[in-house]
């Protein structure tokens, strides 16, 4: 897998994605779960406003001094013992993951959640060379059981199964034969991967931040997966985004507190763990941690009006309000990263070609924005994205720049707006009925029902109205 899930046309994507009943149902419940938990955790700090503008001042410093945070952080990392490599390109990252397991003869790995590796497509890479990997966190776990099935959820990745979907994957794939109880997944799940644990050769991570003073990478976990993926195995590797970086512990505090709120709504998330390579001779320490620092794209972001996507950090918090996340869901996005940050980033990162469709696929309501707990203006960015589609990708025809052209005249002169309303009935008439308009508004028609011409209009309705209070005041 890379950051890219689907191949199929985006319509196409969105289609499966609101004929899913269930999914619908899960996605629309977790939102309201996660944000109503979110909201309720972040009251009790009383000035969560005052906590953005400061996360987002840690975020905005730490990337307009990226290359000072990050020499400070190779640097302090390699002092006590650590291999640092920066990894321009997918390519070059999985390469040098690869040369790491094939030195060390490795057989299995066992891996911690991370959205960076599925970004580069690193487990396809690993099993290129013979290599088993195994994901650890539950939800990955399911998925990669499930023949390889791909997230649709930053933070809660197979959030659009349901129990008796995973009881029936572990059924096939392990000749699970219980119930599809929870408790009993849940147990049936720690009793497989157990196994795995003690029997890797090399665990990996991702990076939910780096700290720069210290040379350390910092781990937000719920289950406690990722501490077994690094008490295990002898040989340790993390691979990181270039921009997850802060500069010292007190801004990780932060960070990690905004994070663990915006993500599912807790003070504080049930494991947090800091890595620090070290020279020591402890039988219980790793033989050998190596950090993978990953650009794939994020340097040309940097220094350009998107650079404040580079801010994420990944809490999902713009994905648990998004009203189109509610009703197509993550795999409709076609890329692991979902929702009004994949909308933002995907494109960014991997160019329009594949990707013009979404920053379209949003109501700008802004609602994600104001969820955001490092504040990245993201419907500003949709906008954005949509004017240099329409501009430089040739995301707009002849007719359509003709009808746009046409439409802000007759819109920007009253008389002329006035009478296109009126002349519009017969076509309002005909398909108020959710029969399928012509052209570009089939896909609004097929779900709208336009009002009727026998309707009172809003301009007749406000002048009649002002009439009648003119005659009010006069009598």
């Not at 349901?162 to 997944?185: C, M, V, W």
């Not at 046409?406 to 519009?424: D, I, R």
């Not at 609004?444 to 007749?460: A, G, M, N, Y």
Request: aromatic residues 8%; negative net charge.
């Amino acid at each position: 897998m890379s950051i890219r899930i689907s191949n199929d046309p985006f319509f196409d994507r969105v289609g499966k994605g609101i004929e899913n009943t269930f999914m619908r149902s899960a996605v629309s419940g977790a939102q309201d779960r996660l944000e109503g938990r979110k909201a309720a955790s972040t009251a009790e700090l009383g000035t969560w406003e005052d906590w953005r503008d400061h996360a987002e001042e840690i975020r905005q410093h730490t990337l307009d001094n990226l290359d000072f945070y990050l020499q400070q952080f190779a640097e302090n990392a390699s002092a006590q013992g650590g291999h640092v490599f920066f990894a321009e390109t997918k390519e070059e990252a999985n390469d040098y993951i690869q040369s790491v397991i094939q030195r060390k003869e490795a057989k299995k790995v066992v891996k911690a959640k991370s959205m960076v590796t599925e970004e580069i497509g690193m487990n396809e890479a690993i099993r290129d060379i013979g290599c088993e990997v195994i994901e650890s966190d539950l939800g990955e776990w399911i998925l990669q059981l499930d023949d390889h099935d791909p997230p649709s959820h930053i933070v809660v990745p197979a959030l659009h199964k349901n129990k008796e979907q995973i009881r029936e994957t572990f059924h096939e794939k392990r000749a699970y034969d219980k119930s599809s109880d929870p408790q009993e997944l849940g147990r049936f799940a720690r009793e497989q991967l157990r196994q795995d644990f003690l029997s890797a050769d090399v665990g990996i991570t991702g990076c939910n931040f780096a700290v720069a003073e210290s040379g350390s990478v910092s781990l937000v976990t719920n289950e406690g997966n990722a501490r077994m993926v690094t008490a295990l195995p002898k040989t340790q590797i993390s691979v990181m985004g270039m921009e997850r970086i802060v500069p010292t512990w007190e801004e990780l505090d932060i960070l990690v507190s905004m994070l663990c709120r915006s993500a599912v709504g807790q003070k504080l998330t049930s494991y947090v763990t800091g890595l620090t390579p070290s020279e020591a001779t402890d039988e219980h320490a790793p033989e050998e941690f190596h950090i993978v620092i990953v650009d794939n794209g994020r340097s040309k972001i940097l220094g350009t009006k998107y650079q404040s996507a580079l801010q994420c950090i990944r809490c999902a918090a713009c994905i648990n309000v998004c009203p189109v996340y509610r009703h197509v869901g993550g795999h409709s996005y076609g890329s692991i990263y979902p929702g009004p940050i994949g909308a933002v980033l995907t494109p960014l990162l991997e160019g329009y070609e594949n990707n013009k469709e979404l920053p379209f696929a949003s109501s700008l309501c802004a609602a994600c924005t104001d969820a955001c707990p490092v504040k990245i203006p993201l419907h500003e960015l949709l906008i954005e994205h949509r004017k240099d589609i329409v501009e430089h990708e040739g995301g707009s025809g002849f007719a359509e720049k003709l009808a746009m052209q046409g439409f802000a005249y007759a819109a920007s002169h009253p008389k002329l707006f006035q009478l296109g309303g009126k002349s519009a009935g017969p076509f309002v008439d005909k398909f108020s009925t959710k029969e399928s308009g012509p052209g570009p508004v089939k896909l609004w028609t097929q779900i709208r029902t336009l009002p009727s011409q026998k309707e009172d209009r809003f301009r007749d309705w406000f002048e009649e109205r002002e009439r009648r209070k003119r005659r009010g005041n006069d009598s």
